[in-house]
């Protein structure tokens, strides 16, 4: 069954100000947490990814937290621009479970002017 | 040029109908997958073949047949077509582990 899942549906961010979007997820044994942007009427777009052995994993603008404590994931946008508006899906990836990839439900993020 | 490209990007058919949508990935991938993704933008792995071979075929009806004539192509044809059929139909290709690449996707209209 699904894996992971986020806090939110939508959330809402006034443009230049971070994001922040959440992800729960239950498979302990996930090798990669992986971030996916859709934007509308395209198809998801890799985002970032950070491998389970790490805490946090930095791109351009973009930044992964992982607490494998609580099973929590989170992805920071830095200074939100109108071309982040998207839906975001975090995904699990388990070594050897033949390429699958397991999504979550999505997040749509709105960037207000 | 496009990594992942599928055809048609609009479907619109009766309900009953047999339609098959095309993938072509000029990547160079060995693995090629279908997802569907509902009216709540849910996205589930629907199959996934690797070098024409058929790896991943999760819980779908067998109305629903994927068809590898060689590794840049991943076709889905779907027989006896229903409403709940409906929903947008992605193709993705990966050259090994996590990193996917989509396609465009095609939005599956059942009147």
């Known amino acids: 069954g699904e894996s992971v899942g986020l806090h939110l549906p939508t959330l809402s961010v006034q443009e230049g100000d971070n994001s922040i979007i959440n992800c729960a997820y239950s498979n302990s044994a996930s090798d990669y947490f992986i971030w996916y942007k859709q934007e509308s009427g395209k198809g998801p777009q890799f985002i970032i990814d950070?491998?389970?052995?790490?805490d946090k994993r930095q791109g351009q603008r973009v930044t992964v937290l992982l607490n494998k404590t609580v099973k929590h994931l989170s992805l920071q946008i830095a200074a939100t621009q109108p071309g982040d508006s998207a839906v975001y899906f975090c995904a699990e990836y388990t070594t050897n479970r033949d390429d699958k990839i397991i999504f979550g439900k999505g997040t749509r993020l709105h960037i207000l002017p | 040029d496009t990594a992942v490209s599928q055809t048609p990007k609009y479907l619109v058919t009766q309900m009953g109908n047999d339609k098959s949508i095309k993938c072509e990935q000029n990547?160079?991938?060995?693995?090629m997958y279908w997802y569907k993704q509902d009216s709540k933008k849910f996205l589930k792995i629907m199959f996934s073949y690797n070098n024409k071979e058929l790896i991943i075929n999760e819980t779908v009806p067998n109305r629903f047949s994927p068809k590898s004539p060689d590794k840049a192509h991943l076709n889905l044809h779907i027989n006896s077509l229903e409403l709940g059929d409906s929903a947008v139909y992605f193709c993705?290709?990966?050259?090994?582990?996590?990193?996917?690449?989509f396609g465009p996707g095609t939005r599956l209209t059942v009147l």
């Open positions: 990547l160079g991938h060995d693995t």
């Open positions: 950070i491998r389970s052995n790490m």
């Open positions: 993705a290709s990966s050259g090994g582990g996590r990193g996917q690449f």
